[in-house]
């Protein structure tokens, strides 16, 4: 049997994928095609890290590592879910919920100081932030809205908050000595091992990392954000905030950028509780509380501090929040701010949903109030002032007539910003990081300060071929201006705007409108597009791709989880991913206690048509292709039904919705002509799901109300997961005709 690898991930997307995979693995069996999956969750990557020092019978398979391998081949056929991308509060929370099931595993050490303590830290780091997608993604992305979602959502628009003329919501970033500004690049002439020395102002070299090899045609950045700079612009942001009667908010992506933007985070905390560090700064750090981890972890902390000091900080906490500005909050019934967790405000999903709630965010009052929206690292935070600058001369857009702007995005083999991590440190102390070649040569250098952020990153030619490649194919298959969103001002993207130019001349781009502009300057010109209902390809870096991807589909659709993610691999394989929705882990909380899961799997059911095409074609299964023609025109059934899953419990719900693929599919199969026995098999099954309907519907929606236990977050019973998810009786015995 030909086979699909769907990943089993974690939050909703798990929960969803024990109610989905029954159905769509009956389906597929009729063209042969077998399911199978690989588990790529948090806490499968954490047992996995351990696998030698876990006794034999609580091992659990590196899949991350098997997929890593499986994607550079011609035969990859892979569905991948959103995971998370872990935190340190995240990694501690499923590393607490695995010793509770018996897993010997050690506590994450922040600073380790036995060798066994760092080899525990060793481990944990390694699958922490973006430790999937750059395994995975060994091709670039091509992430557009299907059609018959677009239509939908212009037949069904999303609601838009209005915009002010008057709005004092705007961004604030840096401008200078931060990444962008300071930012040094170089293509390598020949393939190379580099080294990055540190030199202090006084005293001898260190290596902070050695035998880094690069490639001919290679770009290497360097660049550093000065942390004196930072806390004198944070401090300014928290006055600003408070003159102007707005929101404070910062905006980074701690996830991902999981070494630096914890520290910028730690930074931004300080900054609005600048008289909490300054008296209790000493005691907080002496009792392991860091501002890195949030609020909330500090808060949660205070039993490790004398009664007096808790006392103190907890005085000092409410002085700040009663003297400084008004936080933006991420759950105002709870007093969650955007200061608690790093990984609660994540960037590229948090400025849409406040540009498309009229520039504002939620605050104590549980109201939504005029935000400063901090975004320190300039390289893109221009394209969020762009779009708001656009809403505030011209209002909010329009779903039923606005264009869309889908994006190719140049990501693959750790490409940019995201393969930084192994190449990101934070200085002690004065002095020089520099970057050299085999021969001892400085390509560049920086002059750095105790506290400084400095980073470097790597993208491969192959890579950068391959991105300007699908660039043309997209642009050609759909007729659409394609931009290049690259400043000549920044030092990375000069060096790609010569590769760009060059390899634009290897295709025949007769009749096409390329173009190369800045991030803002393609952003004003692609909201303008908007508004006319003209389309826009965004070829954009790695960053970039996941900020564009969120930011236009929210506006557009209401949301990123119904984007077709397509990753064609540069060895012949095929990457699906289901969306750019994150792991939703308020939707996990309804279902706990509500048993309503609002989940919406569309996105899985994109990725799962093209992948059945991949398979038609790669493997000649005609069947298979029968499978996407039918399962694309359910799906398209299912929204104008209006059976995707609604927000509020006794409605239909992530359950229901799957009942309605299943009955809409068999429905398709049954009625189509291209392959008849397969429509005389799956008939009967199409008529038993429509008379039974009544009562599958009954089944589905009587569970709900009430909490359900699936004895945990990050490492939940299968079996308790299946029993919740597949509640309709009716239902599995159908589907399990089919599969048998």
């Known amino acids: 049997m030909s086979k699909i690898i769907y990943t089993f991930t974690d939050e909703a997307p798990m929960l969803a994928t024990a109610s989905l995979l029954p159905i769509v693995r009956a389906y597929a069996g009729t063209a042969g095609v077998e399911l199978e999956t690989r588990d790529i969750s948090l806490a499968g990557r954490i047992l996995a890290a ?94 557009r809205a299907p059609k018959a979602v677009k239509n939908y959502a212009k037949q069904f628009p999303h609601s838009m908050g209005e915009w002010s003329k008057d709005s004092k919501s705007a ?93 910028i985070f730690g930074h931004v905390v300080k900054a609005y509780f600048a008289d909490l560090f300054e008296k209790y700064g000493e005691q907080l750090e002496a009792a392991g509380l860091s501002a890195n981890n949030g609020l909330a972890a500090i808060e949660a902390g205070l039993d490790k501090l004398d009664a007096e000091t808790a006392a103190g900080v907890k005085k000092a906490i409410a002085d700040a929040y009663e003297n400084g500005p008004d936080v933006a909050m991420v759950n105002s019934a709870k007093g969650v701010t955007n200061l608690h967790v790093p990984s609660d405000v994540i960037v590229d999903a948090s400025m849409p949903a406040m540009i498309r709630t009229s520039g504002q965010m939620w605050n104590k009052d549980d109201q939504t109030q005029d935000a400063l929206a901090i975004i320190p690292d300039s390289s893109y935070a221009g394209v969020y002032q762009a779009v708001i600058d656009d809403c505030k001369a011209n209002g909010a857009y329009d779903p039923t007539t606005m264009g869309t702007v889908p994006n190719v995005g ?112 393609a952003a004003k010109l692609s909201v303008e597009r908007i508004r006319r209902g003209e389309d826009t390809i965004s070829v954009t870096g790695n960053v970039l791709r996941d900020y564009n991807t969120d930011l236009f589909p929210i506006l557009e659709l209401g949301t990123s989880a119904k984007m077709l993610s397509v990753v064609p691999l540069i060895n012949g394989g095929g990457l699906f991913e289901t969306g750019a929705g994150g792991s939703a882990p308020k939707h996990v909380q309804q279902l706990l206690e509500e048993n309503h899961l609002r989940w919406d799997s569309l996105g ?30 359910a799906t398209g059934t299912l929204l104008t039904e209006g059976k ?32 008849q026995p397969l429509a005389d098999a799956v008939a009967p099954i199409a008529t038993e799901l429509a008379e039974n309907e009544e009562k599958i519907v009954a089944e589905l929606a009587d569970v709900q109300g009430s909490s359900v236990d699936i004895a945990g977050y990050y490492f939940p019973n299968v079996a308790k997961v299946s029993e919740a998810m597949r509640p309709s009786a009716t239902l599995n015995a159908i589907m399990d005709k089919l599969a048998k």
């Open 50 to 143: 351990f696998n030698d020092v876990l006794p034999e019978d609580q091992r659990h398979d590196d899949a991350l590592a098997e997929l890593g391998q499986m994607v550079k081949t011609p035969e990859a056929n892979v569905i991948k879910l959103p995971n998370i991308s872990a935190s340190v509060p995240q990694l501690r929370a499923a590393i607490t919920e695995l010793q509770a099931a018996g897993y010997d595993l050690p506590d994450y050490p922040d600073e380790p100081k036995t060798d066994a303590e760092k080899d525990a830290k060793a481990r944990y780091d390694s699958v922490k932030g973006s430790a999937v997608n750059p395994v995975l993604r060994e091709g670039n992305s091509d992430r």
């Open 171 to 263: 961004v604030a970033t840096m401008g200078e000595n931060d990444f962008r500004s300071n930012e040094k690049s170089v293509t390598m002439p020949a393939d190379d091992e580099l080294t990055i020395e540190f030199t202090p102002a006084s005293g001898e070299p260190s290596t902070l990392k050695q035998g880094l090899k690069v490639l001919e045609g290679e770009v290497v950045d360097g660049t550093f954000m000065s942390a004196k700079a930072l806390d004198e612009f944070l401090a300014a942001q928290v006055k600003r905030a408070k003159d102007e009667g707005i929101l404070f908010s910062a905006h980074l992506k701690a996830t991902m950028m999981k070494v630096s933007d914890p520290v």
């Open 410 to 521: 140049l990501m693959a083999q750790k490409a940019e910003e995201y393969g930084s991590h192994d190449k990101t440190f934070i200085l002690e102390e004065a002095g020089t990081v520099a970057v050299k070649n085999s021969a001892g040569e400085t390509l560049f250098s920086h002059e750095v300060e105790a506290g400084d952020i400095w980073r470097a990153c790597q993208t491969k030619d192959v890579p950068v071929q391959d991105w300007v490649k699908l660039a043309v194919t997209r642009a050609r298959a759909s007729q659409t201006p394609a931009v290049f969103w690259l400043d000549e001002t920044r030092a990375h993207d000069r060096e790609l705007i010569a590769k760009v130019e060059t390899y634009l001349k290897d295709h025949d781009t007769e009749g096409l409108d390329l173009r190369i502009m800045s991030p803002v300057e």
């Open 604 to 633: 899985e059911f994109l990725a799962l048509a093209v992948s059945f095409e991949h398979e038609a074609t790669t493997n000649d299964n005609a069947r298979a292709q029968v499978l996407a023609d039918t399962l694309d025109a």
């Open 644 to 675: 995707s899953p609604k927000r509020k419990v006794g409605e239909i719900d992530n359950r229901g919705s799957h009942f309605y693929l299943a009955l809409y599919w068999a429905q398709e199969l049954a009625k189509q002509t291209a392959d």
